[in-house]
Structure formats: structure tokens, C-alpha cells
């Protein structure tokens, strides 16, 4: 199971774009990389997932380097709702579960 | 419309009792987990269950007995229970195991006194 890495915690203000960088130096070749969103009293909550280059939907980016190695999450224009602890997983269905680090604590600041 | 429920979502008890948590979800999902979130806010996976069959029991202790009489339910039974079940503990959903999107529940604070 790929060992993730991520800050422990970030700040940031309203209206700035936030990314989280994740460090998964030994990803295996089938695992994909996921990003969950967990808020307080709340289960963790999927955001997006990809294997390589860039991933976009409504919610956020996910830009992975050619390497795979690590990979970054993009919050356009955060806002005090986005304030939460996010999650970086690289996991693959041989793994058989989902593997959660410790998370990054983004803390936005109006 | 829950596409994952617990119950209960608090749960207090003393030491030694038998407590049960109850999870459904509906969304034809073939995969259930059960996690534990401890207060550091690790998530660690306690149980797989995939098409009712137990696929991962991750270092668990006996105590803890998961129960799915079908695919859309996976309940967490513990015994005798201790101080250090206390907890979140969440469940959760997929469609494929391990690699695809989970859908996980509100989560039962368990607090054992």
C-alpha cells in the first residue's frame, strides 16, 4: 500500500485558490490517487480521483506529474465553508480498501 | 434520501457491555467497510465486506464482530467492551472494492465510561 504524505495543516483566506501537495514516492503502477473531504462530526466525502496528468470537475483539480510521485490538489477560490480536513489516498482495488493518512487540516480565514 | 445510515450516531456505555452499531446503505453497493477514527483523527479500516463475505480483518480484536445478513447491511457488534473503543466509527460503501469511490456514513461517536 503506497505510503501518502501531506502538510499537517494549511491557512488560508476567502476567495484564494489553495493546493495541497501529497507525496506518494512508492505509488504502484495500478494505484490511483483520491482526495477525500472530511468536516467535523462528518464522514469523509469523495472529492475527485485520477491516475495521471489533470483531472477537473466541479469541485477541484488534480494535477499528477508524469512520475506519479506526488500529486497536488487545487481548490479555486476557497470560501469558509471549504475549512475541513483533506485527504490524500493512492490505493488500488487489489489493495482491497482504502488506505487514509493523517490528512491536511485547511483552515480558511474569512 | 441516506445513501449510507448508522445508528445509532451517539452511543455512551460502561465498560463490559455488548453494544451493537447498524449500518445500511442503498445504493447496490457490492463493498462495505467499517473504520474507526480515533480522537488523533486516524482513519483506520477495521473490517472489508464484499458481497457479504469478510474480505479484510485488519488486526482487529475478537470483541469486535461484524454482521451482514445482506449485501445492503453491515453491522458492527462488540463485546465487553473497553476504554479504548472509544471512537468514531464509520461505515462505509463502494461499488468496487478498494479502488473506487466510498460513500461513508455519518459516523457513531462511541464512548465507553
Known amino acids: 500500500l503506497a505510503k501518502t504524505t501531506q502538510p499537517i495543516s494549511m491557512d488560508s483566506y476567502e476567495g484564494q485558490e489553495v493546493n495541497i501537495t501529497c507525496s506518494h514516492n512508492?505509488?504502484?503502477?495500478?494505484?490511483?490517487i483520491t482526495w477525500y473531504q472530511q468536516f467535523p462530526s462528518q464522514g469523509p466525502r469523495f472529492i475527485i480521483q485520477g491516475y495521471k496528468t489533470k483531472v477537473t470537475n466541479e469541485v477541484a483539480s488534480l494535477f499528477i506529474p508524469a512520475d506519479r510521485k506526488s500529486s497536488t490538489l487545487s481548490l479555486p477560490r476557497v470560501s469558509l465553508s471549504d475549512t475541513a480536513v483533506y485527504y490524500c489516498l493512492a490505493n488500488s482495488g487489489s489493495a482491497r480498501q482504502l488506505t487514509f493518512g493523517s490528512g491536511t487540516q485547511l483552515t480558511v480565514l474569512p | 434520501d441516506t445513501a449510507v445510515s448508522q445508528t445509532p450516531k451517539y452511543l455512551v456505555t460502561q465498560m463490559g457491555n455488548d453494544k451493537s452499531i447498524k449500518c445500511e446503505q442503498n445504493?447496490?453497493?457490492?463493498?462495505m467497510y467499517w473504520y474507526k477514527q480515533d480522537s488523533k483523527k486516524f482513519l483506520k479500516i477495521m473490517f472489508s465486506y464484499n458481497n457479504k463475505e469478510l474480505i479484510i480483518n485488519e488486526t482487529v480484536p475478537n470483541r469486535f464482530s461484524p454482521k451482514s445478513p445482506d449485501k445492503a447491511h453491515l453491522n458492527l457488534h462488540i463485546n465487553s467492551l473497553e476504554l479504548g473503543d472509544s471512537a468514531v466509527y464509520f461505515c462505509?460503501?463502494?461499488?468496487?472494492?478498494?479502488?473506487?469511490?466510498?460513500?461513508f456514513g455519518q459516523g457513531t461517536r462511541l464512548t465507553v465510561v
Open positions: 462505509a460503501s463502494s461499488q468496487v472494492i478498494g479502488g473506487e469511490e466510498a460513500f
Open positions: 512508492n505509488i504502484a503502477t495500478n494505484d490511483y
Open positions: 445504493l447496490g453497493h457490492d463493498t
